[in-house]
Each structure stands twice: as C-alpha cells, then as structure tokens.
C-alpha cells in the first residue's frame, strides 16, 4: 500500500518543479511542443458517384474548427458525404457556406445537421424570384424545397444569412502568426446582375479562402455568362488554386476567366468519367495544355490540400495517371 507523502517531504518536489518550468519557459522549450496548432487544410471529399456531381469542400482550422463550403454527394452516391464527414471525426461546423441552391450542392445539409453535426450558422444566396429557381426543377432547384429548408433551419435555431461582396465569413491568425481567412468576391441574385438575367449557377456565391501566402478561389457552379463577366471586371479573383467551376463541365466559365485566376492547380469535383468526356473536354486541354496538374475527386479520392503559410502541397487518397 502507497501512503501519501506528507507535505513536509513534497515541498522540495514543488519547488523543484517550478524552477524547472521557469527554466524550460525562458529557454523557450514549449514554444515548439506548446499550444500545438492542428494543420490548415481543404479537404474536396469524394462525393461523387458513378456517373453524378456533387460538392462538398471540408475546411479545417488551425483552432481546430471546421467549416463547409456546399453539402452535397451526388444522387448515385447518397449518404457519401454525412459518412465521410463523420469519418473525419467533424462533430461541428463553424459555418457551411451553400454556394447555390442546387441539390448537388445544398441536398445534405438537413442530413448531415440530423446526423448530430452541429451547425452555427449557413451562409446562402437566394435567388431574386421563384421563377428562377423553379424553371430549374429538372436540374435540382424548386423553390418550395428550398423554403423547407430553410424552415428546418428556423426549426433547429440555426441562423442563416446572405452574405455581402467583401465580408470576411471567417478570420484567425495561427500560433506561428499566419492570417487564414474566407472571404466572399461576390455574389449576385440572377435578376439584379452586371449583366442582366442569368440561371441559378450564376448566383454561386465566390469565396476566397487565404491561408499566408496561398490563396485558393471557390467558384460554386459559376457558368459561362458570369465568368466572362469576372474575368475582366472589377473583383480580384487571382488564386494559386482553383475549385472548377460547374464541375468542369461545359457550360463553365470561359477560358479567360482561367486567365485571370491565374491559378496553378485545378481542383475538380466530377466522377472520373464525366471528366473524360467531351462535356469536360475545354477545361481539361486547357489545364493539359500548360502542365498543370488537375485532381478530381471521381479519379483519386478525397484530394487534400495542406497549407502552411507559404505555400500548400497535394495528397491524394489515390493515385490516378491523368
Ligand atoms: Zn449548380
């Protein structure tokens, strides 16, 4: 049987301990093993599906917070994208961000929020009428589900809010002193737009995530209209990495708009045989046609992208010969 010291013989103990902690404090030994930052990251997770799209972006914090940006898995996938989220051990999000309201990029936000994974608060676009998002019910708009969405939302005390062109949705800086930010370009309701009246993909809110030097641009569904508009208007959208618009598939912002980005690694959330097809065909030779590398989920998996202030690197959970 132990018996507790009595306090008379651990005095020396204590007194040992502080000088060693103000000894090891001044020669700066928990600068490094101390206040452990978790890795900065952008996770595209592998939600598509044999033959569909969907979109699904895991942000993960030096604070050890997460965001989302769109919550979605692909019609031939359901489920993918609650489980992958749990798998990655997310139990809360800071904000999810729905760049539009297509299903493929909004349909598992009641799923993953009745799956236990606690949400802040869900930054949207609306679009300007229901004319608008109902003349797409065949592509994954109806106004009246939109609405029960949001009503789930009221029903569970999860704010939601529309965004301003400039606002900073989220903002820290790091142990090591490196600013990461999320910050919406712009976004437009498809009615109140330069130029004029455009489909539901154009009201994609564009978000710019920063983290130091690298900075990586989030197009939504962006199409072809709106990007000839961005790639020669007022908004600063030059980025090291680029989320593909529309899933790089035809209809997409126009080469120009790749341009101006300027971006030196493509990110593209497609099954891997659409991004083989035709549909892909101007996206793909135009990155091909540079040596720059492009990742797709449908091809190697979940693609990581690991920042560290002054610049990123790759993983992939498989490898893949493009
Ligand atoms: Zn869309």
């Not at 507790?4 to 007194?15: C, D, G, K, N």
């Not at 154009?202 to 983290?211: G, K, L, N, P, V």
């Not at 197009?219 to 030059?238: E, K, Q, S, V």
Request: with cysteine; glycine share 8%; charged share 20%.
């Amino acid at each position: 049987m132990n018996r507790a010291p009595s306090p008379q013989s651990s005095i020396p103990f204590i007194v040992g301990l502080i000088v060693f902690i103000l000894v090891a404090a001044s020669a700066g030994w928990f600068v490094s093993s101390g206040n452990p930052s978790h890795p900065t990251r952008w996770i595209m997770l592998n939600v598509s599906g044999k033959d569909a799209q969907a979109d699904c972006h895991l942000l993960q914090f030096s604070d050890g917070s997460a965001a989302l940006i769109d919550a979605a898995d692909a019609w031939d996938a359901p489920g993918v994208a609650v489980a992958s989220l749990k798998k990655h051990g997310i139990t809360r999000l800071r904000l999810v961000m729905i760049s539009h309201f297509h299903l493929d990029h909004y349909g598992r936000l009641v799923d993953l929020i009745n799956a236990g994974i606690r949400v802040e608060r869900v930054a949207i676009n609306l679009p300007g009428d229901r004319r608008l998002a109902d003349r797409e019910i065949p592509w994954g708009c109806n106004w009246e589900h939109v609405q029960s969405v949001l009503s789930f939302l009221r029903e569970k005390n999860i704010p939601y809010f529309t965004p301003k062109a400039g606002d900073t949705l989220i903002q820290m800086t790091n142990a090591a002193g490196v600013v990461t930010k999320l910050e919406v370009v712009c976004l437009f309701d498809g009615i109140n737009t330069p130029i004029g009246e455009t489909d539901m993909n154009d009201t994609s809110i564009i978000a710019r995530f920063t983290h130091g030097k690298t900075r990586a641009l989030f197009t939504g569904d962006l199409n072809h209209p709106l990007g000839a508009y961005l790639a020669t208007g007022p908004f600063d959208i030059a980025a090291d990495i680029l989320k593909a618009p529309h899933h790089g598939t035809e209809g997409l912002a126009p080469n120009e708009f790749f341009d101006r980005v300027g971006a030196k690694v493509f990110l593209v959330p497609s099954p891997a045989g659409l991004w083989a097809s035709p549909r892909s065909k101007r996206p793909r030779d135009y990155y091909s046609e540079r040596k720059l590398p492009c990742y797709v989920n449908g091809l190697h998996g979940d693609v990581r992208v690991l920042f560290d202030g002054e610049g990123f690197r790759i993983e992939t959970e498989r490898d893949a010969n493009l």
